[in-house]
């Protein structure tokens, strides 16, 4: 079985359980477990008696495949697009002209987010009291729906221009699956359509400067700026290991109005993910004010955006403790949400 699902790295298994089933639905198996595929560590069983593998060959292709209780392969479902790395697009555009989006009323008066709030794989949320946090949730859900590397592929370009259905395959349907929400944007000439090809298409921007208290080998400071999520700055794991705090300092290379920070954790496992943290700002990068945020972190791989304001040109992050309590800090991205 071969679908043009794309998968991103990130998603939590759960969640890659449920959407696999739309695919896994009527059993077609035994099959062959597919050439090459590599079981990886955080495979997991489900009481449902359903197993997902998911194995990353040549590369950036990734398969899923779905075992039953005897462990006989019911379904594999080999993604047949090359997914492009999974990478950060610009926050400030997600605010301005992606995010409204998903609050915009359709026909029937419903709106992406009165669906999607407790959805697993698109969850978005209304702004609420908590500006930051809706932010960085759905930002990082529209990242997780996207397959860059092939965007006419995603789900989120596919499914709200999906005719109404249970949501799996439709041979019938123009993108190839159904909609429970059914069709909400008719075409690639909808604002919302071409909204979302620009802000795939923009180019970056200037990157900025990011130093550290210390890193490895291959895990130096300008890894939490790259805008890519598998590259990281990750601080030394060998030698006299100096503990926290620890801290990186971005460098925007002028006077900015800063209004907020956006962290994201290393996706893939908890070492050196931060707990309790601090942010300071700076005009010259030498004298530090007191901090202008704190806080703590969940051991997870979430986006975290903490709200800041004042003019600054730097901008410290500095970590206190580390989730499990050991003595290594890592991140694998790290934006200063910014204006002139
Ligand atoms: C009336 C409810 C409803 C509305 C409105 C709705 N959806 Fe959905 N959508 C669903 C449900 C239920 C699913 C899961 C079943 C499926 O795949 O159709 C889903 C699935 C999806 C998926 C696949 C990932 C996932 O979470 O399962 C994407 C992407 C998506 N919708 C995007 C959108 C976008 C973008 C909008 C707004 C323009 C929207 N939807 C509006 C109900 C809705
Ligand atoms: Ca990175």
């Not at 560590?41 to 359903?50: F, N, Q």
């Not at 590369?59 to 492009?84: M, N, P």
């Not at 999520?229 to 006299?240: K, M, V």
Request: aromatic letters at 6%.
């Amino acid at each position: 079985m071969r679908c043009r699902e794309s998968l991103t790295r990130g998603i939590p298994e759960t969640d890659l359980l449920s959407s696999t089933r739309q695919f896994a639905d009527q059993p077609v198996g035994p099959v062959d477990r597919p050439e090459g595929f590599d079981d990886r560590p955080g495979v997991d069983r489900h009481g449902s008696g359903l197993a997902v593998f998911v194995g990353v060959v040549e590369d950036e292709r990734v398969d899923v495949a779905v075992e039953d209780q005897a462990d006989d392969l019911v379904v594999a479902v080999e993604a047949d697009v090359r997914l492009g790395r999974p990478r950060l697009l610009s926050l400030s555009t997600f605010r301005d002209r992606i995010n409204p989006l998903f609050t915009q009323s359709g026909e029937d008066g419903v709106s992406c987010v009165g669906c999607h709030a407790n959805q697993n794989v698109f969850r978005v949320v209304p702004t609420g009291s908590s500006e930051g946090d809706a932010l960085a949730a759905n930002y990082q859900s529209a990242l997780k729906a996207l397959n860059l590397g092939d965007p006419e592929s995603s789900l989120l370009f596919r499914k709200p221009r999906s005719p109404r259905g249970a949501g799996g395959l439709e041979g019938t349907s123009p993108t190839g699956l159904t909609h429970n929400g059914g069709p909400r944007w008719e075409g690639a000439d909808h604002p919302a359509y071409r909204a979302l090809r620009g802000w795939i298409d923009e180019p970056g921007g200037d990157s900025p400067r990011i130093t550290a208290d210390g890193y490895s080998p291959g895990f130096e400071p300008g890894a939490a700026g790259d805008g890519d999520l598998d590259t990281l700055w990750h601080t030394e794991t060998e030698g006299a290991l100096p503990g926290y705090p620890h801290e990186l300092i971005i460098d925007l290379k002028a006077s900015k109005k800063i209004k907020g920070l956006l962290a994201v954790p290393r996706q893939d496992r908890s070492d050196g993910r931060v707990r309790d943290f601090e942010i300071s700002l700076s005009v010259d990068g030498t004298t530090w004010g007191q901090p202008v945020a704190r806080g703590t972190w969940p051991d997870d791989p979430s986006f975290r955006y903490v709200p800041l304001s004042g003019q600054a040109r730097f901008v410290r992050l500095r970590g206190l403790s580390e989730v499990g309590g050991g003595p290594t800090m890592s991140l694998a991205e790290v934006v200063v949400d910014a204006s002139p």
